[in-house]
Each structure stands twice: as C-alpha cells, then as structure tokens.
C-alpha cells in the first residue's frame, strides 16, 4: 500500500516537472514570435498632427494596408483604444455556427468576413461597440445588433455585392418588431445608432425615416438611464449599480447616440438637444478616458453645432417669420470666436476623417450668417471665410478618399458635409462676391463634390446620386442668370441650419419643376423671361468634358423618375410632404 502511495507521489511529481517545462517553454516561444497584433493596432489612439487646409497631412484613422480601395480584407481586428485599451491581446473574431434571418443565411466563414470588414473599415468613424467580443457573444446579446452589423458592412461586401439588397427587408423588420416590442435595450439603441450613421437607401427625403429612429434612440437611451450612469438606479426598476465595463459602454453609447442626432435632425432644421450634464463632462474631459479620444472628439464638435443651433433657435431676433434685422451678428461673431477656440483645443487629436467634420462644423455656423440681412461686411468677411473653408473641405475629402476610400466606407456624415460645402460655392460662387473669390477653383471644387457625393451612393436614384444630379442642374442654372449684383441670400430662413440645403432644394422645385418665375421652358431648356439672362459666352460656365453632354440635356433633368426625389407635389397648390 506505501508503495503504491509513493508511485502516485513520484507520478505527480514528473506531470508537474513537464507542466512546468511547457510553460517555460511557452513562454520562451511567445517572447521571440513576431506580434500578430502588430496590424491591428493601426487605430490606437495615439495624438495625430493637425491637418493643414491642403488636406495633404495629418494621419488618418484608416492605414493605407487596410484603406486601399482593394477587396482585401484587414488582417485582424484593430484594438480597441484610449480608456479601452487592454493589456491582454484582442481576440481573433470567429463564429462557430450559421445564422439566418428569414431566407438569407450565412456561415461561420461568411459572418467572420463581415465582422472584420465591419471593425476594420466602418467602425473606426465613430467607435463606440466592443470589438473584443466575438459574433456569438453580439448574436446572444442582440440578433438585431448582429444583423446591422452584418448589414453596415455589406455595403461595400467584396465577396457578395448583392448581400445588401437580400439583407435590408429582413434587417427593417426585426428592427421595427424590437422598437415596438419593449423593454428596449442598450443593445438596440446601438443598433438603431448604426443604422443612423449608415441608413438604408431611399430615393426620397418623404420615405428616410433616420430622423425618426434616431429621435426614437434618443428617448430609449435617456429613459435607460444611458445619459447618468452614475444614477443607473433612478432609471431602473431594481436596486442595480453598473460597473466600470458596463458605464464605460453606456457612455460610450450615449456619446455616439448625441453625435448621430446632431448629425441627423440639422438636415431637417429641427431644434436640437444642445447638451446634457454627461455630453459637458465627457466634452470637457473633467475625466480623462471615459471614452474613446476619437469619439470624444466627434462629440465636441456635435456639441458645438448644436449649441449654435439652440442659441440661434432660442434668439429673440431669429427669423422665424423669414425675416431679419441683422442684429444677430454680435452674437454670431462670438459663436465663431467659440468656434475658433475649440479648433484650438482638439487641435491635436484631429485626424484627417474628424479635421473634415471640423470644417463641416464650421460651415454650419456660417448658414447663419446668409440668414441675416445683406449690407454688412462682418456678413461679407464671414461668407468669404465660408467659401474657402468649402473649397478646403472638398479638397481634403478628395485626397482622402484618393488615399483611403474614406467615401465608400465613412458614415453618412461624410455626404452631408460635401452636400453642405457644394451649397456654399453654388451660393456664395454666384453673386456679387464673386469678385472677391478665386471663382476657378470654387468651380471645379464644385466638379468634385458631386463626383464624390456619387461615390457615396449605393444604388441607383438614392439621396447621393440624386443630390449629385440636383447640385449639376442648379449650378447650370445659375450660370445662365446674371447676380452679380445681388448679395447672397435665402428666401427659406426658418430651418436652422438646414435653410441652405432645403432653399436649394425649394429653388430647384421652381427653376425645373415647372412652377416659379424661374421657370424653364418645357421645350427649350431656357428660363422664363423674368430672368436676366446672361448673353455674354464669357458669363457662361461650361462643364468639364468629364461630364458628358448628357448631364446638361433638359430631357435628362427633367427625368420623371428624378421628380420623385423631393417630397413635393406638382399639382395643385405647392405643399410639402414634411
């Protein structure tokens, strides 16, 4: 019995002794082994130099090995940075089953492909999910948040181009089934964000739905209590205190939740949220890495506009009746000086893709100034620097996109803002400060935007390609009419910061809808006799050969189809569909 006792000793003994010889050698083997990880750390947060007006410097969020316009796919998932960052490796993203959703079905390999794709080219734009986790853990936590994942990175899908088409029907209805099926959850407040930042396709303004279901994400987040982590229980029906992985996603949640609604609703010139007690402490960094630098960079400039917004709403002399006595411009002076001091303290975070969002920002203040009355030169001087920033904007967007395929990936911010700065020219480009401008340059400025704005299209007739369209027309149009002697102005003042675009839009109704004095001629493509029509050939500006003669035929503008883009009636009386 004592030896058999001993035998067991001695045995034990010899499996500890080559346990502990495994590990050494383990250990020994991992110290020499090339970092596998090495790739994905293309997105740490690391403080980038500021971009010069150029756009030919600065590092952006996107490395060249992964943002190459290539149908290669990153080699891992990059870590995740700033207040996230761990010690311990990220995991290698695998799925160890199929999933389907109604008739379209994916494997292990397929779902693998599109979560790399989906951490490595989308996210990095506003970074707010766990790329640590795995496709089973997103799938047990929310089929819903798996599916738009699946969904975002479809859209560009190297392997399967048509997965998108086959994934849209079923990804509306689970995300409508689980908004009207509460309790709600964090899980659906990221995927309504996601599907906010790259929204599904729709050919009308009339049928894009972003600005309901991010209002809705709005209203879900706050009643979860996602906006005061440090009061969870106030919101909860149980006695329940997050801990530090839990505040660290419900803020990082709410930022991203913030920075979607500023970016949705100034498209339709609602008022904004301009801020909350926890979007102030996370902007101000009064705690250093709550979340993401990158993320919190996003949100200071979301935070800007929407406090231009609400001041500008809330002014006793903002022309809500159309109207307006210019007295607003002491105070726009001092938003553009707030607006200057804030560049200068994210100088050093920016990135090429946030330097762009930056110049975005600032051109949403400068559509104030076009709602004041003309005469001024702090007016003039304030739409001078506003055409230049547009021209600054494109051009950085341009040799971005050259360099990263920034545009076929970016969120949909990226169109706005390019929709935004081709305005301004179209605008600014047209009037009696065109003598003070490099008119050259706006122009093929404004060439660009409505290439890249097509480049930002992912099917036939959607808002982008149809912007695009839109922005040649006018711009065909205006050159026909002399303004050299009118100040630019809006005839729409009553939408914030979403005058410009819908003046435009209302502009484009009259000149090519058939209705206004601006009509034109059904038959001739000239405009009704009411206009001062340009006669000198050197007045007139042609489009590059580039484009084709078709895109300036009056049949190709007046395409029945193209109608249907604005949510407008051409019968009867004018009406809007809101």
Not at 131 to 143: A, G, I, N, W
Not at 438 to 457: I, N, P, V, W
Request: charged share 20%.
């Amino acid at each position: 019995m004592v030896v058999v006792l001993l035998v067991e000793v001695v045995d034990r003994q010899r499996k500890l002794e080559e346990l502990e010889q495994e590990i050494q050698n383990l250990r020994s083997s991992m110290a020499t082994a090339p970092d596998p990880y090495a790739n994905s750390r293309l997105f740490e947060g690391t403080d980038l130099p500021v971009n010069d007006f150029s756009g030919s410097q600065g590092t952006s969020v996107l490395s060249p090995q992964i943002s190459a316009m290539t149908n290669e796919l990153p080699p891992a998932i990059p870590a995740i940075s700033f207040a996230e960052k761990s010690e311990t490796p990220i995991q290698t993203l695998s799925s160890a089953s199929s999933r389907s959703i109604d008739a379209v079905t994916l494997d292990g390999s397929q779902i693998d492909q599109c979560f790399h794709l989906f951490f490595g080219r989308y996210h990095p734009y506003i970074p707010f999910l766990n790329p640590k986790l795995s496709p089973e853990d997103y799938y047990s936590r929310s089929p819903l948040l798996f599916w738009v994942i699946i969904y975002v990175s479809s859209r560009r899908s190297p392997n399967d181009p048509g997965l998108e088409v086959r994934l849209i029907p079923s990804v509306k209805r689970l995300l409508w089934e689980c908004i009207s099926n509460p309790p709600h959850t964090w899980e659906l407040v990221q995927a309504i964000v996601l599907v906010c930042m790259w929204p599904f396709p729709t050919s009308s303004l009339s049928t894009d739905n972003t600005v309901i279901l991010v209002t809705t994400a709005q209203t879900m987040a706050m009643r979860l209590g996602l906006h005061r982590p440090d009061a969870i229980r106030d919101f909860s029906r149980t006695n329940r205190r997050l801990s530090q992985e839990e505040t660290t996603e419900s803020l990082k949640t709410w930022a991203a939740c913030f920075i979607a609604i500023q970016n949705v609703v100034f498209t339709d010139g609602l008022p904004l949220v301009s801020s909350d007690h926890m979007i102030d402490r996370i902007c101000d960094n009064r705690t250093p890495g709550l979340v993401p630098e990158r993320l919190r960079v996003q949100l200071v400039m979301s935070r800007f506009v929407a406090r231009v917004c609400s001041v500008m709403a809330g002014s006793a002399k903002f022309p809500a009746n159309g109207k307006s006595s210019g007295e607003n411009l002491s105070l726009l002076a001092l938003l553009e000086q707030d607006f200057i001091d804030m560049s200068a303290a994210i100088s050093d975070k920016l990135t090429p893709e946030t330097s762009i969002m930056l110049d975005g920002s600032r051109l949403h203040l400068y559509v104030f100034f076009l709602l004041e009355s003309s005469g001024s030169d702090v007016r003039r001087r304030a739409l001078l620097r506003a055409f230049n920033t547009a021209t600054t904007l494109i051009a950085k967007m341009r040799d971005l996109d050259t360099t990263h395929g920034t545009l076929e990936y970016g969120h949909f911010v990226m169109f706005r803002s390019l929709a935004l700065a081709a305005s301004f020219i179209l605008k600014i480009g047209y009037s009696s400060y065109a003598q003070y401008l490099d008119f050259e340059t706006g122009k093929h400025s404004f060439y660009t935007a409505t290439q890249l704005m097509r480049r930002t299209s992912m099917e036939d007739n959607d808002l982008p390609g149809r912007m695009s369209k839109i922005m040649t027309q006018l711009w065909s149009a205006q050159a026909r009419i002399d303004r050299s002697s009118e100040e630019p102005s809006l005839k729409l003042k009553t939408r914030l910061s979403g005058s410009l675009l819908h003046d435009f839009l209302w502009s484009w109704r009259e000149t090519f809808g058939g209705q206004g004095d601006g009509a034109v001629d059904a038959q001739t493509g000239a405009l009704g006799s009411s206009e001062n029509v340009v006669n000198d050939d050197n007045q007139t500006f042609h489009f590059p050969s580039e484009i084709g003669d078709d895109m300036l035929q009056f049949e190709y503008m007046l395409d029945s189809e193209f109608l249907s883009l604005l949510p407008f009636t051409f019968e009867g009386n004018m009406s809007v569909d809101q």
